[in-house]
């Protein structure tokens, strides 16, 4: 194989390839050698078919992919022997070839740009620490305590208020007519809070252990017996117990009962809890510091090929008028992007960053837990949207690659209040929605499609307010080195396509 590299000041380079006709044959007759076993002709034994019956009968086929095969290999051979990774597919143009001739052809490739990564181990960002008081921590516990229900019985002739737990049994009728549910058994009801039925709780204030009260209510829309939806029942109550909150008692107990070994061990675990609201919150600032960072690192040429791919993904769904008006901020956006990810991707690559499939699903995992009682549409959004995984992969490979470049920076660590974080914080999120709002068409126009490739997310739990990954959105996409292929319009080799990091 001879390779000539052509235009080799700029990304765009030209690599000339030639086989000599020696080598192409030896190919077209390693495949014969590997098809004579398996073909069966009128007339020849398994195996003693003649080389020259089985070029007239499958000549073309084996000729066909014999150039797949040589194609495929000689392509990938070439660019890595010349060091080029190219950005984007190459495309291929077929000079001479065919049987018992020679094979040329001219491979058109832009190539990624040389990034520079070793300042990357020096970047600067802040890294910070929320000192939690005492007092943030015992008011935490407080709240805990006071929300959990703990009782206590009265006296015989205490009457029931709002916000006591009443215990009854009951009859329930229809026109004087039991039903079906009509029947209960100890049962218990937190006056006020109007769990059982509309307006129930209300006539039982009053009532005392011991007392007979019949109760009216309406049967809901939700009732399982259709035919009794909105008919009035009369419910004979027997009360069996009138319990009066109490303020429950902060001990080793009370610490126990919430999984911990002692008080003292529960305003640890607070304590750490409340820091990991911040923490996750703070830790983003100190990313998206980084990637302003890289930002400011020069790449002298960002391929042009991965600019228009990337300004027709900003610009989807927008109308032609539209998508020319925003055309040049949108080049400015995409390339922030891309050199980003080109830098991100350099350093992933050079620190051997992997991203393992039980990554993969601990991120699943990660998201089903986020979405209680939407398990199962999101594991069948996963399922059946492969490239959804692949953006998942690409996000993990990008947050391990954040994180290697944290671990190497240099932070200036600073440990503040829960006050001051909230302060930053809401600061943060301002500046955010400030920039967003100057970028209303591009984020509205991302927005539509990422709503459109993932499922909506619930949030389990209350969660402090956070700031957005970095505007700076790297458009690279490359988690792990492919090797490239080409492609022709004559002979197609199978293709594998470079990936980029993905944009979170």
Do not use: W
């Amino acid at each position: 194989m001879k390779v000539t590299v052509e235009n080799k000041k700029g990304l765009n380079k030209d690599l000339k390839i030639f086989i000599d006709k020696e080598t192409m044959n030896s190919y077209m007759d390693e495949k014969y050698e590997e098809i004579k076993g398996t073909v069966n002709l009128k007339g020849f034994r398994p195996g003693k078919v003649p080389k020259e019956i089985l070029k007239r009968q499958f000549g073309k086929a084996v000729f066909g992919e014999v150039l797949d095969k040589v194609l495929k290999d000689t392509s990938t051979k070439a660019l890595e022997e010349n060091k080029i990774k190219p950005a984007g597919q190459p495309k291929l143009d077929l000079k001479t070839y065919g049987e018992d001739k020679e094979l040329e052809y001219v491979l058109s490739v832009t190539e990624l740009p040389k990034v520079e990564i070793k300042s990357l181990e020096n970047i600067k960002f802040d890294e910070y620490t929320v000192k939690i008081d005492d007092s943030e921590t015992d008011k935490r516990i407080k709240e805990i305590a006071k929300n959990q229900p703990n009782f206590k019985e009265g006296a015989a002739d205490t009457k029931a208020k709002e916000g006591d737990l009443v215990a009854l049994d009951y009859k329930a009728t229809i026109d004087g007519k039991e039903f079906k549910g009509s029947e209960g058994k100890n049962t218990q009801l937190t006056l006020g809070k109007d769990l059982f039925l509309k307006g129930f709780d209300k006539q039982l204030i009053g009532v005392k252990k011991d007392d007979e009260k019949v109760v009216e209510a309406t049967l809901p829309e939700n009732y399982p017996e259709k035919e009794l939806v909105n008919k009035k029942a009369k419910f004979n109550c027997k009360i069996l117990s009138v319990k009066q909150p109490q303020d429950v008692k902060i001990d080793d107990d009370f610490a126990k009962n919430l999984g911990a070994k002692d008080l003292k061990d529960l305003k640890a675990l607070i304590s750490k809890q409340i820091n990991d609201e911040y923490k996750n919150s703070l830790d983003q600032l100190s990313k998206n510091q980084i990637l302003k960072e890289i930002e400011k690192i020069k790449v002298e040429e960002v391929p042009e090929n991965l600019v228009e791919e990337e300004v027709k993904i900003l610009s989807q769904g927008m109308s032609e008028d539209e998508a020319k008006k925003n055309k040049k901020s949108f080049e400015e956006k995409a390339k922030t992007r891309i050199k980003t990810g080109l830098i991100l991707n350099e350093f992933g690559e050079k620190n051997q960053i992997k991203v393992s499939e039980q990554e993969i699903q601990a991120e699943v995992q990660k998201q089903l837990r986020m979405m209680p009682g939407q398990e199962k549409m999101v594991m069948d959004f996963y399922q059946k949207n492969p490239s959804a995984l692949a953006s998942l992969r690409g996000t993990v490979y990008e947050e391990k690659i954040l994180n290697l470049i944290k671990e190497k920076g240099k932070p200036n660590k600073k440990e503040i209040s829960k006050d001051e974080a909230e302060k930053i914080l809401k600061e943060a999120h301002k500046h955010d929605h400030d920039h967003d709002h100057d970028h209303d068409h591009s984020r509205d126009n991302e927005a539509k499609k990422e709503t459109k490739k993932k499922p909506a997310a619930k949030a389990s739990e209350k969660k402090k307010p956070s700031t957005k990954t970095s505007k700076a959105k790297p458009a690279a996409k490359a988690s792990e080195k492919k090797k490239p292929s080409t492609k022709t319009s004559k002979a197609k080799p199978a293709t594998k396509k470079t990936k980029k990091v993905s944009k979170k």
